[in-house]
Structure formats: structure tokens, C-alpha cells
Nanobody, 128 residues
């Protein structure tokens, strides 16, 4: 079974940090570009960050720049999203997605059609 499972979400105060994990089974992550998306209530799904298959390149949405860091450990078949200085507007369900390695190099980082596998999502709530 091909599966991506996110974990690490929860409730944090504004200014806090959270580290999300995306663990893969049934596929070898080193062959895939990985992206994180999020969807807040009443809003469209939006891209957050994307990392190349080797980890040599990364892209961040404007909302994530300087605050979030995407990384991966291919030996552990896991990708991560470190989120710092969280804001209430970061509240959303966060999803990881995997697509062909070439997806990253198209520069079209956040086209959902470029990703074949999706996790179930993990809730992040930023509130005092």
C-alpha cells in the first residue's frame, strides 16, 4: 500500500514552533519531490513549501519565507516541515504530497496535479 502519513500537528500559541513529519510507506521518497500544502476553513488549498528529490533545492511560499524550513531524510523515508514564529493565520490542515522528481524542476511547485500521493493531513491550530 502506498501511503503518506503526516504527524506533529497540534495546538500552539502565537510565536511558537511545530515540526511536522511526513512518513512514507510503499514508496521510496528519494525518488520524489515533496511538497507541503495547507487548507484553512473557507479557503482554497495553498502550497507552502516544496523540496527536490535530493534535498538540494527548496521553494517557499511568501507566507512561509523566513519562518518555515522544509527538509528531508531520505534514509528515514521521511520529510519534515519546521514551522517557527507561528501566527493565527497559519491555522489549517497541513498535507504532504509526493510527485515525480521532475515536478520540482518545472518551477510549477504548487500545482496539485503534479503530485500523485497525498497524506491524510494533520491539524495545526495557532491560538492563545
Amino acid at each position: 500500500q502506498l501511503q503518506l502519513v503526516e504527524s506533529g500537528g497540534g495546538l500552539v500559541q502565537p510565536g511558537g514552533s511545530l515540526r511536522l513529519s511526513c512518513a512514507a510507506s510503499g514508496l521510496t521518497l528519494e525518488n520524489y519531490a515533496i511538497a507541503w500544502f495547507r487548507q484553512a476553513p473557507g479557503k482554497e488549498r495553498e502550497g507552502v513549501s516544496c523540496i527536490s528529490s535530493t534535498g538540494g533545492g527548496a521553494n517557499y511560499a511568501d507566507s512561509a519565507k523566513l519562518r518555515f524550513i522544509i527538509s528531508r531524510d531520505n534514509a528515514k523515508n521521511t520529510a519534515y516541515l519546521q514551522m517557527n514564529m507561528l501566527k493565527p493565520e497559519d491555522t489549517a490542515v497541513y498535507y504532504c504530497a509526493a510527485g515525480p522528481a521532475g515536478t520540482y524542476y518545472t518551477g510549477n511547485y504548487y500545482d496539485p496535479l503534479g503530485y500523485d500521493y497525498w497524506g491524510q493531513g494533520t491539524q495545526v491550530t495557532v491560538s492563545s
